[in-house]
């Protein structure tokens, strides 16, 4: 089957860095994408890795390694607008379109 | 211009009772996806429909649900014999190709609740 781990919660304070791990097991991988849902509010697309390495994009990057079946978003100088709840998610194997989220983290940033 | 929009925002049932959830894709978009999510948790995909054709339907939990998207465009989720287990918010997102590995654009749900 598959599967994605996040931590749960991830506290931090404006002006930080935070990292949102996501390790997942799938028996076929198309790549890693990321999502920021406000409480409330709709899934928000952020980024796509297909390749191994860090893809930036103004404060939010995103990393993949995918021999260690592991990738990382990054935020940086974070803001309170930040705070929300973020979900790794994978295309399950060839032959589906079944699109497979983790059970997201939410981060909290702190005045 | 427009993005995903979802009708009913909140529906409200009775267990038992037939519901129908509507999903307006963004204009030209060829792929659309059914999601239910529930409080904490990630979307959980239903299915995916690729123009008219559904080309994924393992996510729908048993065969009181159903969905169909006739001309390419609007979808709508049709949910039989409501339980209480299906309160949930659904989701729908439209993607400008097949696959998903592009990005997916999220309506704002339909939150259901069954009572």
């Known amino acids: 089957g598959q599967s994605l781990e996040q931590p749960s919660e991830v506290t931090a304070v404006e002006g930080a860095i935070v990292q949102i791990n996501c390790t997942y097991q799938?028996?076929?991988?198309?790549?890693l994408s990321w999502y920021q849902q406000h409480d409330g509010g709709a899934p928000t697309f952020l980024s796509y890795?297909?390749?191994?390495g860090l893809e930036e994009t103004g404060r939010f990057s995103s990393f993949l390694s995918r021999s260690d079946s592991y990738g990382y978003l990054l935020l940086q100088e974070l803001q309170m607008k930040d705070s929300a709840s973020y979900f790794c998610?994978?295309?399950?194997?060839?032959?589906?379109?079944?699109?497979?989220f983790g059970t997201g983290t939410r981060l909290k940033v702190l005045a | 211009g427009a993005g995903v929009s979802q009708t009913p925002s909140n529906k409200v049932t009775e267990k038992g009772k037939y519901v129908e959830l509507r999903c307006d894709p963004i204009?030209?978009?060829?792929?659309l996806y059914w999601y239910r999510q529930s409080l904490g948790q990630g979307p959980e995909f239903l299915i995916y429909?690729?123009?008219?054709?559904?080309?994924?339907d393992s996510g729908l939990p048993n065969d009181r649900f159903f969905a169909v998207r006739p001309e390419g465009s609007v979808s709508t989720l049709k949910i039989q014999r409501t339980e209480r287990g299906d309160s949930a918010v659904y989701l729908c997102?439209?993607?400008?190709?097949?696959?998903?590995?592009?990005?997916?654009?999220f309506g704002p749900g339909t939150r259901l609740t069954v009572l």
């Open positions: 997102a439209s993607s400008a190709l097949a696959g998903g590995e592009n990005e997916q654009f």
């Open positions: 799938t028996s076929g991988f198309y790549g």
């Open positions: 890795n297909a390749l191994d």
């Open positions: 998610a994978v295309r399950a194997p060839s032959g589906t379109y079944k699109y497979i």
């Open positions: 204009s030209g978009h060829t792929a």
């Open positions: 429909f690729q123009g008219t054709g559904a080309a994924d």
